[in-house]
């Protein structure tokens, strides 16, 4: 084994549920491992945080900037950033370290505005830095086995997809309780135009897309505000026409006593049908016309190489939500690894959700809150 | 046990699957027996049916014409007659027996047009008749639970529903090889404006009217047809207004392949959500806020009981379709007898589908259809 | 049609679960009507479930030899006899209706001695007479079809059965409070030397031997008595051991909270392996080596002729425990009107239990409580 | 945070699935590190894992005394051994490094014999060592919530257990085709007396053990060797009574072809009932007397705070196998730790399989064997 790479962190302090699942995430495969960080915007927070994480205290840093600066001036600098606040300040943070030659792993929705989004394609290119845009559910083995499925032609030509991402978490208010992450989800200066459709529907609108190939052509949102106080979105219904004339609905609440975090995801074709719950990861429902439901398992033989290969233990030993990262994580660290060997990389080999794939997310949110804003009126997506 | 009731049907000749349901769902509870028949437009065809059902000859009729004038005539004549054509005959037919005072249970959509189904409902009334719709899944036993769990207020206020219908049995163009019930479902002289919404996108719209009592104010729709030859619908998208200010998402298709019959209903509220699935119709998800997802299984001490009343056996003992549609003929009979006895009867104190049903259903498959042909616009209710 | 056939029945007043269920399932097929009765002990019970029934009043009887001696006597008398009394009248009824050449269908278990079960065979046998034994559970269309897979060589050579009944209708001393089928059924007197293995282990073993044509060789059985006052079993576990070399593990109880009906029967072999459960009757769980489970679901065109040939409605429209219990009836009836019409009968090959089941199914609840007796050891069938 | 602690291994070279495991497990909460090793018996490949791995080449050893004897020597040696050898290596191995000082982290079956188990014990008490035999399915959380469930009485006195443990990795006789688990599973001289009851039988013991805290008291043991050339069991039901008076039937087998991984236990008391399936790990099916079941999820309020406290991540997120181990690996380090601290240490404060209930394991397993040699009659457990 080579020496791990090292990363930097930016946002993630105490209390971030997200920042350390990305840190564990990374931790499972030990390819990488975290050296800096700006975990706060009070610095205080960032020292406790990289005191409890061993990280040396010069490489803890005040500002995202002074980070960027400091790590792209060292020799041992950090190979890449990954980028966990809230998502205004996707955009800052990844300019400064792309500009900067550093590569860049950032949580989705990518920015807010989809200039801003194209403004990092193009700095990434420029200065020859990776991108991923850490969508965890395209890690699933069982999400890439049913795009195996779909490539190799199983389904036949794609009808119909029936996508939902029910959640029932700001059910309460509880933003007005100090709950951290609801106060800026649900916050537009910090979420964006959308808090529900931002969150969860762009991770339906990701996994569609990452399954099937299509893209979105059209689409008509409907988006409920529900919750005294609130602006934002927190559940929403979209039908959508993709390029190939297949038509789709997608569902999203936030507000669906009963389901927790229940992503699934159904394709229909001429031939058969494909069905993906991310609560039951490990499975996979396969219909061929005339034929009895499957239920594939990871870790069989009948599994595609391409997804096998992200599989770490036997079938019967349930793999999740990490693992599902780690992936991302271990597609992205392999491809960095290759380029800082000299090799040239192109990022559609590696099998981690790249900046086009952000890109499509962010113009999916903008143009289903102006289908809303239009009255629910069919929307181009260029 | 007073005498069994007599009735008639017309439709449901050898070979029609429905027409086998109904009879022996109404045999199911001993209520009720065939007695006159006009089966197929082909009378050789009735007579053959007449036959194996043991039908006096002289009941057995060459047009549901001649059926009523006799029937109307006999002092013995049936008290009842049951429609099983395909859905451009309910009207006509329905109108036969209304006018002369003989009641009806017809199959859904209760008619083409609404102008229709309310001439029959005034035909109804001025004829002292009973009407029953028969929208079967209003009949299980935990539909009728999930009603009266909403009543109680269980779950709250609705916020959203999320309901679906797939099936997958004209994902081939089986209509073309002469498959009998393909061939008129995808004909419009024979299904009227709509196939896919007119066969089980109404029945999605009557269950959750039936569950939530929410009326729908307005909706857009995504109709597609798919399949070579095909006019009408097989795959629709409905996203639903109620008067309430919830909203719903509405998925019907007959090609979605993986699924049989899967009509499945779920209401959400501010306090819970309750979850009916027709393929697993002995139970009921129910979800409180802040508690486990419960299974409530039918027959057990803990179900209400205006549910309750319906069960047959105890639970853990499968009751299935034919239990469903008996159920409703069980209240339709109940209500029958008691008017036959000289009762005033308000049919909404009898738990059967009744016209304002039917009419609210036929009006659901025109707006769908307008919204479509107008773009996929919100198209008002009224 | 013919004209239906004519039955009777003893057992089966008003409060009875099963008479009505046995009435119901016979039918949902119109082949057969009531025509007589000796519903209870108590002839003011019988009249009255005779004229709920609409049964001609001098058909019902005092007690059951006076009906089988009448029945037997008249031109027009019953063709065959429901029994479904408590365990301990199931021999002497049988042996009235039998000697005088009726017919008889019997609730299981079919006697309480196992040297009752051969006399019942013997007399059947002089006296020209067809047995049926009514254990539910072989009627399920998706029973059948698992007969179909094992005989067919699907699942390779039979290595380990293993089948559970768990129920929880005893769980509290409910004979107590006056539950009358629970007073019968922990009752020695009425029940025989088994409550639990008598009643549901028996199932066990009946749709075991069904579905795999396997003999018992011997058995281990652990029967427990939980509940105070109580003599009789109501939770078991057995291990047995089958003429192919093969094992197997029962388990049955009536005191398993959280589960209503629960009989469940899964077999493996060398090729795959095949399971059923009783309360999700309409599908099938199948899985061959190194392939994903499949689930098979009655009413598709890769179900077996033989398994499809009981099926009523189509894939995705529940059938449930009326239409198993109308499968044995229409079988039994179907072999019933051909030896009426003067054929040859061989029961073998009539899809219904018939009284080989019925002597196994004594034998073994009485190898149970012989082997419990003796310290569970191994006790041979023989 | 502390510097991580450092261990090693004996056993777990390049191509052990379990070592991986073992390592990941810990890296996941980064509170302990590989330091040492000895992987192999062929130390070419201890060099090649231990470079993978990074280990200093210097703490890599050629047999596992040697190990011992240079990091009990080193002032900055490891503080526990991982034991993930074949079954009959763990006595020796763990010898050389209790009498040492240095604490274990054993897989299960603790030894091959009763004997040797026990003087391990003595051992580390002696030595003041921890040991943790590494049963991985009590670290899951929702193990550890049935567990609470019980204590508190919620479901009563227990009554009866079903629990089973289905595989079906060695329905072909791979062994012989190179499989290297396989050989050693099946092989005698490595894994002990028995296969089955050793390797999975083993996890069912403990895990109703450990949720209910009961003792077995006696058993009955019928063991099965299926596939040509073994001699070893791979399928096995046993009858078991506990020290409260209620019986269990457990059933294991590596033949059951439609399963992998399948343990699930399920407690029957005489106020309820819980169910924990491995396969589903993140849900807990609970039923109480007269109400619906229940879905317990992972990382709800309403789960009890010691499970509760090993929850990772928001429910929803699956967790899975990794995290089981980790679980088990956290509390046996935090224990360390404290330890090392000086501070005196009851295991059974800490929630790791400790040694007793490895000793329990092995006399289970024993028994077991003597069980089916007795002609499977009751053996008592002392």
């Known amino acids: 084994m080579a020496k791990k790479l090292q990363y930097g962190m930016v946002g993630g302090g105490a209390g971030s549920f997200i920042g350390d ?87 989705k929705p990518l920015t807010v505005e989809v200039e801003q989004a194209i403004e990092l394609k193009d700095l990434a290119e420029k200065n020859n830095c990776l991108f991923a845009v850490t969508y965890t559910y395209t890690g699933h ?5 049913a795009r195996a499925i779909v490539k190799r032609g199983d389904i036949g030509d794609i009808l ?6 029910p959640q029932s978490w700001l059910a309460d208010t509880i933003e007005k309780e100090g709950q951290k992450q609801a106060a800026w989800r649900t ?83 001429t031939l058969g049908s494909v069905e993906f719950e991310q609560e039951n990861c490990n499975y996979l429902k396969v219909t061929k016309k005339g034929q009895p439901t499957q239920i594939y398992s990871r870790g069989n033989g009948y599994i595609s190489e391409d997804a096998a290969s992200f599989s770490r233990i036997p079938t019967g030993h349930p793999e999740g939500f990490f693992e599902a990262f780690a992936n991302i994580y271990s597609a992205f660290v392999n491809a960095l690894i290759k380029k ?22 962010v113009r999916f949110i903008a143009k289903s809150v ?13």
């Not at 931790?27 to 990289?50: M, N, P, R, V, Y």
């Not at 979105?216 to 026409?241: F, P, Q, T, Y």
């Open 21 to 107: 699942v990305h840190r564990r995430a990374i931790d499972l495969d030990g390819k990488a491992e975290l050296a800096a960080g700006c975990f706060s915007s009070d610095f205080s927070k960032t020292l406790q945080t990289g005191e409890q994480l061993n990280i040396d205290k010069d490489r803890l840093y005040k500002t995202f900037t002074e980070m960027a600066e400091k790590e792209a001036a060292r020799s041992d600098g950090i190979k890449f950033v990954v980028i966990v606040t809230p998502n205004n300040l996707h955009y800052p943070v990844a300019k400064e370290f792309l500009k900067r030659g550093i590569s860049v792993a950032c949580d």
């Open 370 to 382: 102006e289908s809303m804003q239009k009255g629910s009126v069919w929307v181009d997506m260029d």
């Open 187 to 269: 916050d537009p200066a910090q979420s964006g135009k959308s808090n529900c459709v931002g969150d969860i529907g762009s991770h339906i609108e990701n996994l569609v897309s990452y399954i099937t190939g299509l893209k979105i052509k059209k689409l008509i949102a409907n988006l409920d505000v529900i919750g005294e106080g609130r602006s934002l979105d927190n559940n929403a219904e979209i039908i959508v026409r993709y390029d190939n004339g297949a038509s789709g609905t997608y569902w999203c609440s936030q507000v669906a006593i009963g389901f927790e975090n229940a992503l699934k995801v159904r394709i229909f074709g």
């Open 141 to 145: 083995v069982m999400a890439k086995e």
């Open 340 to 361: 800082l060997a000299g090799e040239k990389i192109d990022e559609k080999n590696f099998d981690y959700p790249n900046i086009d794939m952000g890109i499509e997310g």
């Open 160 to 165: 119909v997809v029936v996508a939902e991402y």
